[in-house]
């Protein structure tokens, strides 16, 4: 099928391509409208970006007072602090809980370091037992001097 000259014609078509090309490898575009209008564009984007970077520096020196709305926001953000602050402490509280001791009257107080300290109004604790050899306690009293 190439025997009928088709062979000769895309020789001479890819010489004109070629030619071509090399021609125009000596061309150079210095400046066009649309080149002007992008150089317009980013100059005017510099000057912002400038601004930008200029009023963040001025603001550096500046010092907020504390206002009435931030006042607020403070208080709301302590607030929701210590109430995350009880969540916490209250599954400590739940994992000392005795169920056993609670429910069937274990006597005594329970196993914990708050009944071990001294009062503060200076009196001493006193314990009565209900029966003797029973082990069973009545609500502690405190005797003052």
Same mark, same amino acid.
Do not use: C
């Given at each position: 099928?190439?025997?009928?000259?088709?062979? +000769?014609?895309? &020789?001479?078509?890819?010489?004109? =391509? &070629?030619?071509? +090309? $090399?021609?125009?490898?000596? !061309?150079?575009?210095?400046?066009? =409208?649309?080149?002007? !209008?992008? /150089?317009?564009?980013?100059?005017?984007?510099?000057?912002?970006? *400038?601004?930008? #970077?200029?009023?963040?520096? %001025?603001?550096?020196?500046?010092? *907020?007072?504390?206002?009435?709305?931030? $006042?607020?926001?403070? *208080?709301? $953000? %302590?607030?929701?602090? #210590?109430?995350?602050?009880?969540?916490? %402490? *209250? !599954?400590?509280?739940? /994992?000392?809980?005795?169920?056993?001791?609670?429910?069937?009257?274990?006597?005594? $107080?329970?196993? /914990?370091?708050?009944?071990?300290?001294?009062?503060?109004?200076?009196?001493?604790?006193?314990?009565?037992?209900?029966?003797?050899?029973?082990?069973?306690? =009545? @609500?502690? @009293?405190? =005797?003052?001097?």
């Amino acid at each position: 099928m190439f025997g009928l000259g088709q062979t +000769k014609k895309k &020789k001479e078509t890819e010489a004109k =391509v &070629k030619y071509t +090309k $090399a021609k125009l490898k000596d !061309v150079t575009i210095t400046e066009t =409208v649309e080149s002007n !209008v992008r /150089s317009d564009q980013h100059d005017r984007d510099q000057k912002y970006k *400038q601004t930008i #970077r200029q009023t963040k520096k %001025n603001l550096k020196d500046v010092t *907020q007072e504390e206002t009435g709305e931030m $006042a607020i926001r403070k *208080q709301q $953000a %302590n607030r929701e602090k #210590r109430w995350k602050e009880t969540g916490r %402490n *209250q !599954v400590k509280k739940n /994992s000392k809980f005795d169920m056993a001791r609670s429910l069937f009257g274990g006597g005594g $107080a329970p196993a /914990s370091a708050d009944y071990d300290e001294e009062p503060s109004s200076g009196g001493e604790y006193i314990e009565e037992e209900i029966s003797e050899g029973s082990g069973d306690y =009545v @609500e502690e @009293e405190i =005797v003052e001097d």
